[in-house]
């Protein structure tokens, strides 16, 4: 038999194996598309040549053989649909989350101010995950009540999260660092206060408490309206404040 006739009976017998067989065949097409160039002991180069020419136009036509080019288009192409349909889906979550906040904000005195904070908490927990923070929700260890923690950028975040119509004393901000500073040196604070900060009681906690660690960064009631409304993303907001904390010593930076 010649070798035409071998291959051909080699591959109708693989043809009748299944997937199995189908799978070998592809593999067997794959390996001769990497040839370059006819075996050198081929009697007729120039055919030799064409049929390989010829195999790899059949062989990307039946979607054997991927294209290079046309596989690295295509993957940006599905990229960018992942892409554009995750901000999609965010956009979604966010209004959703917005929605929920602005009724918050609404019900006002109609609620107490433990279960306004208790849905804040909720809610806070839900917009780290839609931003792909891993944030776990408030806790209780010993005798210390956390609202939540979360990781970023190497460290990790304890949470204090205030929604009170009076701003936080001195008392408040200390008993908070308090917490921190019982942690890991890894361990930093964000203090979310959404009736703001008293300039004096802020400036007098910074100064005095850069002899141990200078490691809260806080939140006021229109940094938290702002991420909820989507004007700015979670991490770019954390990283604008972290950075600013990091490099000019500030504690409170406005979005």
């Known amino acids: 038999m010649s070798k035409a006739k071998i291959a051909r009976a080699l591959f109708d017998d693989l043809g009748?194996?299944?997937?199995?067989?189908?799978?070998?065949?592809?593999?067997?097409?794959?390996?001769?598309?990497?040839?370059k160039r006819p075996h050198a002991d081929a009697p007729d180069q120039r055919a030799g040549a064409e049929a390989l020419t010829e195999l790899k136009r059949e062989a990307v036509a039946e979607q054997i053989l991927v294209n290079p080019e046309q596989a690295a288009t295509e993957a940006r192409k599905a990229a960018e649909k992942r892409r554009v349909q995750a901000i999609a889906e965010r956009r979604?979550?966010?209004g959703e989350l917005c929605a929920e906040f602005i009724a918050l904000v609404q019900q006002g005195n109609g609620q107490s101010t433990q279960g306004r904070g208790y849905d804040f908490e909720k809610l806070?927990?839900?917009?780290?995950?839609?931003?792909d923070l891993d944030y776990r929700p408030s806790y209780r260890i010993d005798?210390?009540?956390?609202?939540?923690?979360?990781?970023?950028?190497g460290f990790t975040y304890l949470v204090e999260a205030r929604w009170r119509s009076a701003q936080p004393d001195l008392g408040d901000l200390l008993d908070f660092k308090g917490k921190v500073d019982g942690k890991l040196d890894s361990t930093r604070g964000v203090f979310i206060s959404m009736a703001g900060f008293d300039p004096g009681v802020l400036d007098y906690f910074v100064r005095n408490s850069r002899g141990s660690r200078n490691n809260i960064i806080m939140f006021t009631g229109r940094d938290v309206s702002q991420l909820f409304e989507g004007n700015i993303g979670l991490v770019d907001a954390l990283t604008k404040k972290v950075d600013a904390a990091e490099q000019e010593g500030l504690a409170l930076c406005e979005l």
């Not at 806070?124 to 931003?131: E, G, I, N, W």
């Not at 005798?143 to 950028?153: K, P, V």
Request: charged residues 20%; proline residues 0%.
């Open 92 to 94: 979604l979550i966010l």
């Open 124 to 131: 806070l927990a839900r917009l780290f995950q839609v931003h």
């Open 16 to 35: 009748g194996q299944g997937s199995v067989g189908h799978a070998v065949q592809r593999k067997i097409i794959e390996e001769l598309c990497q040839m």
């Open 143 to 153: 005798r210390e009540q956390i609202d939540g923690s979360f990781h970023f950028r």
